[in-house]
């Protein structure tokens, strides 16, 4: 059986062009990181004008991963369908901006707070809601930009 090469975790960069591995990892990862500390700042304003009680359902959380999840839809159709040879939009606003801005770490602490504040029954309808909310709006993103752009399949 022949050995299959292994495929290239960032299809934006082809780690076989000496120059493009050098120049362009240090290219991805300062956008990343820029596009990071916009997202993350993003969270932690709405986080902070948004905040939640003990044992009440924490919007703010739920609405970052949802409107993130929705706009990572959008961008996705954008990229792919739209914007292909912009090797660097990806890497700032999927997983820069997008990255830092969605925050499903939390909402996983946001359970176990509801948890141990008494409320398991809003803990498990918030844990739903959060992954069923968050695929439908990546599938609603993608959905509308390919039927605003006309590429509807």
């Known amino acids: 059986m022949e050995a299959q090469e292994p495929m290239a975790v960032d299809p934006d960069i082809d780690l076989h062009v000496p120059k493009q591995a050098r120049e362009l990892s240090a290219a991805v990862v300062a956008v990343i990181s820029a596009g990071g500390v916009l997202g993350s700042l993003s969270r932690y304003g709405l986080g902070e004008a948004f905040p939640h009680g003990p044992g009440s359902w924490p919007w703010a959380t739920w609405l970052i991963n949802v409107g993130g999840c929705l706009l990572i839809g959008v961008l996705m159709v954008l990229i792919g369908e739209l914007w292909p040879d912009q090797r660097l939009i990806r890497p700032f606003f999927g997983v820069g901006v997008l990255g ?17 504040h008494g409320a398991a029954g809003l803990a498990l309808l918030y844990l739903g809601g959060t992954l069923l909310g968050a695929l439908f709006a990546a599938a609603a993103g993608t959905a509308v930009t390919r039927l605003a752009l006309g590429r509807l399949s």
């Not at 830092?100 to 141990?116: E, M, P």
């Open 100 to 116: 830092g801005f969605t925050t499903f770490s939390t909402a996983t602490i946001d359970v176990q707070q509801l948890v141990g």
